[in-house]
């Protein structure tokens, strides 16, 4: 696609007769009852209930589609009002997108949740119950599956007491449609969009038909208005999947659905799907193609023909250059066009789409150094014209230009300046598909949907993201409430993530998140990973985890020029994550501080520049001439939770059912707060045949030693009695 037709007016994607009034409709209303009307056996949806292509499947025609919504909009309108807020509880499939499209044709409200587990109802029922009390809705509609559990989900959730439920299914109505048209128009309410919350807690969007209306027209400018087939698998109730869904029925096109579950499972799923039913456009978030590189056999890829695969995005979540270079090469054997990816950003605050690159053409790429970008500047940014990777620059990719009336903005967070090209500040965006702001929260909406640039009156929607112009492509560099700051530099996290993946094996992919910690010394950088599933275990996993993190530290280090202060390895799918599959960085950091993870290893840096109170303590007897052992005594038995009125020194180590986790956590405390790396293996051997007093005893004498050689090298933190070191080791 030319780039000059990102810029043409609404006139340029106008199609004649029928399509064209569609297009030009004011609600998604009228657009679906055009649709019925003009091709009325036309394929809309099509549901692959597990997943796979020659299993089980339903399948809606436009006109089908259309009688249920009528049918079941009857019905509601005979419930709620005008404007009032339903829930929809469907899983994945059919259903959802008859309930979805049942409120736009009654003009109830409709907010798209996800939809209650079968287990651990108490504990994952939080998000929804904050909606619940956002919003206020007062009808749930859901599945026959949602609607058997009810009770159940009452009782771990009484804020759904009050609600209303009624079952939608995709099956022939029982009885004809009732009610009558609702008086909507371009202005009206069509659904709340609740964020995914991948930075601080949801809040509902307010989108109305002219905001869908003309993101729906965006994409169709960049993508073409051709009906076409999409393959899906994205969740409904996240903006990415409901916008991906309402763009092609708005087109007249068909979606091919499968949930997310089944494309985690299987990858294959998805391209298969694609293969089988011919579909050119098809996406998701960058760990979409990732999970398809490393779990697709070399052996599977050879039955794919992905050809017709014309527009491959990638969005919801920062886009990797090397992951959209590793997709391209691993399914080139396939018929996959390397220029069909498509970089895409947006957010559900601007409905979904801001910017996607479909130019048909090489990626457009920068190499821009990284103490640049740490200083918030990307003057002097080259194109990337090899692979070849260096540890003092990031390689970033283009996510497109500004489409049809939209407006982009680079602006100083802080000052609220328009900031020249290359230079990287907040992303602030205009245009007809911003929506109205949150629901019931006017003093957040003004800020964000409200802000000025300085001297200007207009107003801009702020990202909260981070980026930069050049030649009128817009790049994407991080996160403003993500960045760590750390000595006067802007570290990006998902930079520190992508080199600490990529020189680890041990690591799942797209499973690290770098994380921000402050103490009374200042912000320190904290990494937190998943292992990878199908590490194998070695017989000393704690050896090979310590040279994991071992190497996770010295990369860090050479690359960044920082030293974490914490490294936590963690069992592969316990990082929080977002609905579309971002990184929940904060709801990390907040488990990592409440030690909440199941941790397989953690380390944690020496503290500096303050002793510990048992160092002190033991400088302290050293001084004094005393016995340093009791004190280390005291410790383990605080340590390892021993009772005070036993005799803890002579308590046998192996015996006091100790597991390895808290092995390795003493083990962390001995190299924090007593300054002594015990090495994993010694640590394991002297449990098996030691006392407490024992162990304690070969403490002691490590640290004495540690304290003597400390002093010899003139070390200003050395004990203050050297004759009494050496008396004491027998030297």
């Known amino acids: 696609m030319r780039r000059d037709v990102l810029q043409m007016g609404i006139t340029g994607i106008h199609v004649n007769g029928a399509e064209g009034r569609a297009i030009e409709a004011g609600t998604l209303f009228e657009v679906l009852r055009s649709r019925a009307a003009e091709h009325p056996h036309r394929e809309a949806v099509r549901f692959l209930e597990r997943g796979e292509v020659e299993g089980p499947q339903r399948a809606l025609t436009y006109a089908q589609l259309d009688a249920l919504a009528r049918a079941y909009a009857g019905r509601l309108q005979a419930e709620v009002a005008v404007g009032e807020r339903v829930l929809l509880l469907h899983p994945q499939g059919l259903d959802f997108v008859v309930?979805?499209?049942a409120c736009l044709y009654a003009g109830a409200v409709a907010v798209p949740c996800p939809t209650p587990p079968r287990a651990n109802l108490a504990r994952k029922l939080d998000r929804l119950c904050g909606m619940v009390r956002d919003c206020a809705p007062t009808l749930a509609l859901c599945s026959s599956e949602v609607a058997a559990r009810s009770d159940q989900i009452i009782a771990a959730a009484p804020e759904l007491a009050s609600l209303r439920w009624m079952t939608t299914t995709a099956d022939a109505p029982t009885r004809p449609a009732s009610g009558s048209s609702p008086d909507l128009s371009s202005t009206s309410l069509a659904y709340l969009q609740y964020t995914s919350g991948s930075t601080g807690s949801p809040k509902g969007i307010m989108v109305r038909h002219q905001d869908l209306m003309a993101n729906c027209r965006m994409g169709a400018a960049v993508m073409g208005s051709e009906p076409t087939t999409a393959v899906l698998w994205t969740p409904l109730f996240h903006d990415l999947g409901l916008m991906s869904l309402l763009h092609q029925l708005w087109l007249g096109g068909r979606v091919v659905m499968l949930s997310a579950a089944a494309f985690a499972q299987s990858p294959i799923r998805w391209l298969r799907a694609i293969d089988h039913f011919r579909a050119d456009r098809s996406g998701g978030p960058n760990f979409a193609y990732d999970l398809c590189v490393d779990q697709i056999a070399p052996q599977e890829r050879r039955d794919l023909d992905l050809s017709t695969w014309r527009i491959a995005y990638s969005g919801a979540e920062p886009v990797r250059l090397r992951t959209l270079r590793r997709f391209a090469d691993a399914f080139a054997s396939t018929g996959f066009p390397p220029h069909a990816l498509a970089p895409a950003y947006g957010l559900a605050e601007a409905t979904v789409l801001v910017t996607v690159d479909t130019r048909n053409a090489p990626l457009c790429t920068l190499r821009v150094e990284r103490s640049a970008l740490e200083s918030r500047s990307a003057i002097g940014a080259t194109p990337v014209m090899s692979e070849s990777e260096s540890e003092h620059s990031v390689d970033l990719v283009s996510?497109?230009?500004?489409?049809?009336?939209?407006?982009?903005?680079?602006?100083?967070?802080?000052?609220?300046?328009?900031?020249?090209?290359?230079?990287?500040?907040?992303?602030?965006?205009?245009?007809?598909?911003?929506?109205?702001?949150?629901?019931?929260?006017p003093e957040e909406t003004r800020q964000i949907f409200g802000a000025r640039v300085e001297n200007e009156p207009e107003a801009w929607l702020r990202t909260g993201d981070l980026g930069f112009l050049h030649n009128s492509e817009l790049f994407v560099t991080g996160r403003l409430k993500d960045l760590i700051l750390i000595r006067g530099r802007n570290l990006y996290p998902h930079d520190i993530e992508q080199a600490v993946e990529l020189?680890?094996?041990?690591?799942?992919?797209?499973?690290?998140?770098?994380?921000?910690?402050?103490?009374?010394?200042?912000?320190?950088?904290?990494?937190?990973?998943?292992?990878?599933?199908?590490?194998?275990?070695?017989?000393?996993?704690?050896?090979?985890?310590?040279?994991?993190?071992?190497?996770?530290?010295?990369?860090?280090?050479?690359?960044?020029?920082?030293?974490?202060?914490?490294?936590?390895?963690?069992?592969?799918?316990e990082l929080p994550r977002t609905t579309s599959g971002k990184l929940c960085r904060f709801l990390a950091r907040h488990k990592l501080i409440e030690r909440s993870f199941t941790f397989q290893h953690l380390w944690i840096a020496p503290s500096h520049g303050h002793a510990s109170e048992i160092a002190h303590d033991l400088g302290a007897a050293v001084a004094q001439q005393l016995?340093?052992?009791?004190?280390?005594?005291?410790?383990?038995?605080?340590?390892?939770?021993?009772?005070?009125?036993?005799?803890v020194g002579k308590l046998e180590l192996a015996h006091l059912g100790i597991d390895s986790l808290q092995l390795v956590s003493l083990r962390t405390r001995l190299e924090r707060e007593v300054g002594i790396l015990l090495p994993a293996q010694l640590l394991f051997d002297l449990w098996q045949r030691e006392t407490v007093a024992g162990l304690a005893m070969h403490l002691t004498r490590a640290w004495l030693d540690r304290q003597l050689r400390a002093a010899l090298s003139g070390d200003d933190r050395r004990p203050t009695n050297d004759a009494y070191l050496s008396e004491h080791l027998g030297l």
Do not use: N
């Not at 050896?543 to 069992?571: G, H």
């Open 503 to 573: 020189g680890s094996p041990e690591l799942r992919s797209c499973g690290v998140a770098a994380l921000s910690l402050a103490d009374s010394a200042g912000e320190s950088l904290a990494i937190v990973a998943e292992l990878h599933p199908r590490r194998p275990r070695a017989a000393t996993d704690v050896e090979t985890l310590d040279a994991c993190c071992e190497r996770i530290r010295r990369e860090i280090a050479e690359r960044f020029d920082v030293e974490p202060s914490v490294i936590a390895l963690i069992p592969a799918g």
């Open 99 to 101: 309930g979805f499209l």
């Open 399 to 441: 996510v497109g230009s500004a489409i049809l009336d939209e407006q982009l903005r680079i602006v100083d967070p802080e000052k609220c300046r328009t900031l020249p090209d290359d230079e990287i500040g907040e992303i602030w965006v205009r245009g007809p598909h911003i929506p109205a702001g949150y629901w019931g929260r």
């Open 627 to 647: 016995d340093p052992m009791p004190i280390v005594v005291d410790f383990l038995a605080s340590a390892l939770k021993l009772t005070a009125d036993t005799d």
